[in-house]
């Protein structure tokens, strides 16, 4: 994060980094809107350290162990600042999120993963004080009025969508986001006269976004090899037979070093994508390939992510679609959300994943109006749980009961072999 | 969640990881106490000293609150996939996994910091079977 915030201000020079910041603390922040252009790249990196510093923060705090899921809500954090949130947008609704653990009589850090994801809605934050009506300081205050909440309610509703997918959509806030962006666009936009997404993309990066992710994911790989050396190679072996279910912690179930190696393969290997498919590597492409490595520990591998893309690719040639397109480039990194469907049902059901998940994605962000940033992860949700109750509704009725493995019983109820 | 939403899943989730292993006998018992209570999982299914080592290492998790709090919500809902024993693991005070003579015995001890299982009163292993 260092060197992010370094080659931002080396870049640019520090009067026109801390203009920029300022520039993206009130842009609008709905889906797409890429700080590297609302801005300047310099200042988007500052802003999106900034971020992921609060959510380090709230870790450190609240004493929570850093680990998988921390780590992929702080790499989240991070990808996301590039293209969404801002310390002004995150923090209502991470107060609202511990006034709701005060509510329910818990302590914030039982909270802490939900107060660092539900930062999806920081856009709301900054719509309400920004982009209805000229800012004003009452404004700003109904804005983190609304923040914070969308952040008493994001617990109730996050623990519930967990029990529609059943934990077969890693990013189930982006579901619990969508779901509460429906209603509060609903509300908004009551009156008609709903405000289109944003249009931003950075199409000309520079090389310093471009290289970001490779110099990232070879240190992450370098750090595992000099942690763990030979072992932990065959840890993350190990680690690629793992369904990737929620919650699979890599580094609490396998090793660190197993699992940096992980993310930096990760890394290395949907940059790779990106490159292939001629799309440009900025704020929202590179948000997903933080986001894809941060859960490369709490989730996702080689092996259970390459069937999501693939269905995702054919959707993409089956709708005459171009790989490179925004739309279908977020889809490919964020659709990995459902990588565990690979993982436990095996390909077959990847692939399905994958081309329902696109299909739907495309659509969903206008539902909400580009609120909820966890778009793919709102779509990815509604696509595991329909897969879920279809395999589960099939299992069910197929079923028949099995001998049982320890032999018969009499009826004193004695085992008898 | 209050106490009986609580115990119901945690006795869900270890009933499907119980379940998976096609036992011809499973048996939960419950003592409750003011603090804390007990759940005894008895089953008809010999397991080696592997299995049991993994079924404890499950379930004496380190304490994990921000898993707990959020994920732990999903014991004993989901029917799909294998049973996830650290989903109780994150919840639970402690956990004791031996054969017994006919299978496994599963104790868990859940209660608060002032809850101490070694003091707990109740029924030894011959009473509970």
Known sequence: MGGAVISGVVSEGFSSVLRGFQVIQTHPARLVNDFTVAASEGAALVNAVAVALIGLVLVRVNGVKLSGPTVAGVFTLFGFGLFGKTPLNIAPIMVGVYLAARIAGKEFRDYSIIA?????????????????????????????????????????????MLRL??????????????????????????????????????????????????????????GGLIGGGRE?????????????????????????????????????????????????????????????????????????????????????????????APGVILGALFGTTLAPLAGDFGVVAGVIAGFLHLSIVLRSGAWHAGIGLYNNGFAGGLTAGLIVAVIEWYRSNRTRVKPARSGSISSGGKRSS | MNRTDFVLHLIGEIAHYILDAEPMRMVISLHQEEDGLHLAILDSVPRDENELKTIRASLN????????????????????GAARLNLIGWQVKGADVNSSDSGTKIDLWLGGDRFDPQTFSIPDSGEME
């Open chain 1, 165 to 222: 997918h059943q934990g077969y959509n890693l990013y189930n806030i982006g579901l619990t986001t969508g779901f509460l962006a429906l209603f509060v666009a609903a509300v908004i936009f009551g009156r008609g006269g709903q405000l289109a997404g944003g249009g931003l993309w950075n199409e000309t990066p520079s090389m310093m976004l471009r290289l970001l992710v490779p110099i990232s994911s070879a240190v992450l790989v370098t």
């Open chain 2, 61 to 80: 998790n380190a304490r994990r609150p921000e898993l707990a709090g959020y994920y732990g919500n999903m014991a004993g809902y989901d029917s799909l």
């Open chain 1, 232 to 324: 932990a190679l065959r840890s993350f072996g190990r680690i690629l037979k793992l369904p990737g279910r929620l919650p699979s912690d890599f580094m609490d179930i396998e090793s660190i070093p197993g699992t940096l190696i992980n993310m930096g393969v990760m890394g290395f290997a949907l940059w790779g994508y990106v490159l292939a498919v001629g799309a440009d590597l900025n704020g929202p492409v590179l948000g997903g390939i933080f986001t894809v490595m941060g859960f490369s520990s709490f989730g996702k591998h080689p092996r259970n992510v390459w069937p999501i893309l693939a269905g995702v690719i054919l959707a993409a040639l089956a709708f005459g679609k171009e790989l490179s």
């Open chain 1, 116 to 160: 660092l994801f539900g930062t999806a809605l920081g856009p709301l934050v900054s719509l309400l004080a920004f982009e209805l009506t000229e800012p004003s300081a009452m404004q700003l205050g109904i804005a983190m009025l609304g923040g914070i909440l969308v952040g008493i309610v994001l617990p109730a509703a996050a623990i519930a």
